[in-house]
């Protein structure tokens, strides 16, 4: 980057979420080469005469909305564009409303998948998308909590205490088995667990076997998702000595085995788990601050259970 101040913005919006943060400069980016100025000018702007730069964000969204843009893309660019002023002092009065701000028009004729039609996507899913489709659906992860967006982290083999390596194959001692997400991988920034019910585990059993098979030593602090072997031999030098997968390389395999049964994107399987949780809670059988909190939500739970509590939540699920 060209400018140390753009620079300085989005490495302090790296220290949140680096996938937000690429989001961030990209709009602001698009938005000042529509508007033609630069973000340099658009502060100088904004500290002389704030109504300037409002009245400019005024009719980009206009022009956005006429264009027929997504309200939810139209009220990111907004975002985007408060955040780069705000940082540099400039602070804005004028609440510019979006139309529809919070219908998400792309998602209103997503639904979540039946049974049947999750069975048939992990009938077409690959082994490796077989099981983060598993982890997705069975245990309500995250996508970026199995590999986040620049592959420097996520889920390993010690993160699920319940599986261990014996003679060679993968093996659950306990099942559902626990999955312990660490507060670097949580969207929420909290530690908090879930758990992964047999079917799920017999896909990432498969999975780890197939690895083991093939000659990868696995230990606690193996990635549970990670590259092939075939496309780390492709000579492509940027993925060389990373052992996690990005997360837009797990959605894409999984996006690839739902094409052929639902229109949908792979977070639909989270809701699933999710929808799961909502038929227990609506029979009786777990309290909505436990749905909460096996969804990496923030709430009640979360307060109350530390990692020498987590006995008493496993017994409630393996009710």
Same mark, same amino acid.
């Given at each position: 980057m060209k400018d140390d101040d753009v620079r300085r913005w989005y490495e302090n919006l790296c220290r949140s979420s680096k996938l937000n943060a690429d989001v961030y400069l990209r709009r602001l980016r *698009?938005?000042?080469?529509?508007?033609?100025?630069?973000?340099s000018k658009l502060v100088t702007i904004?500290?002389?005469?704030?109504?300037?730069?409002?009245?400019?964000?005024?009719?980009?969204?206009?022009? *956005?909305?006429?264009?027929?843009?997504?309200?939810?893309? +139209?009220k990111g660019v907004l975002k985007a564009a408060k955040s780069w002023l705000s940082y540099n002092?400039?602070?804005?009065? %004028?609440? +510019?409303?979006?139309?529809?701000?919070?219908?998400? +028009?792309?998602?209103?004729?997503? %639904?979540?998948?039946? %049974?049947?039609?999750?069975? /048939?996507?992990?009938n077409h899913a690959s082994v490796r998308a077989r099981a983060s489709a598993g982890l997705i659906a069975f245990a309500g992860l995250r996508p970026q909590v199995l590999g986040n967006a620049s592959?420097?982290?996520?889920?390993?083999?010690?993160?699920?205490?319940? *599986?261990?390596?014996?003679?060679?194959?993968?093996?659950?001692?306990?099942?559902? /088995?626990?999955? +312990?997400?660490?507060?670097? *991988?949580?969207?929420?920034?909290? %530690?908090?667990?879930t758990f992964l019910t047999s079917e799920g585990c017999e896909y990432l059993a498969a999975y780890l076997d197939k690895r083991i098979a093939s000659g990868e030593t696995i230990n606690e602090s193996s990635a549970v998702m990670t590259l092939s072997q075939g496309y780390l031999m492709k000579g492509r030098n940027k993925d060389a000595g990373k052992k996690f997968i990005t997360t837009p390389a797990i959605t894409k395999e999984i996006r690839e085995a739902m094409l052929p049964v639902i229109k949908a994107r792979p977070y639909v399987l989270r809701a699933y788990f999710d929808t799961q949780l909502l038929l227990a809670e609506s029979q009786g059988k777990i309290a909505h601050a436990y749905r909460q909190f096996f969804m990496g939500h923030k709430g009640d739970i979360e307060a109350r259970y530390t990692t020498n509590r987590e006995g008493c939540l496993t017994s409630f699920y393996q009710t």
């Open positions: *698009l938005f000042c080469e529509q508007r033609h100025t630069t973000p904004g500290t002389a005469n704030p109504k300037q730069v409002e009245d400019m964000l005024h009719d980009h969204v206009q022009q *956005l909305e006429t264009e027929g843009y997504a309200p939810s893309y +139209i002092y400039v602070e804005l009065k %004028r609440k +510019i409303k979006v139309a529809n701000a919070d219908m998400a +028009i792309t998602l209103q004729d997503e %639904r979540v998948p039946t %049974r049947e039609e999750l069975k /048939a996507v992990l592959a420097s982290d996520g889920l390993t083999v010690g993160d699920i205490p319940d *599986l261990k390596i014996v003679d060679g194959k993968a093996v659950f001692q306990t099942v559902p /088995a626990m999955v +312990i997400v660490r507060s670097t *991988l949580s969207k929420a920034r909290h %530690r908090y667990f």
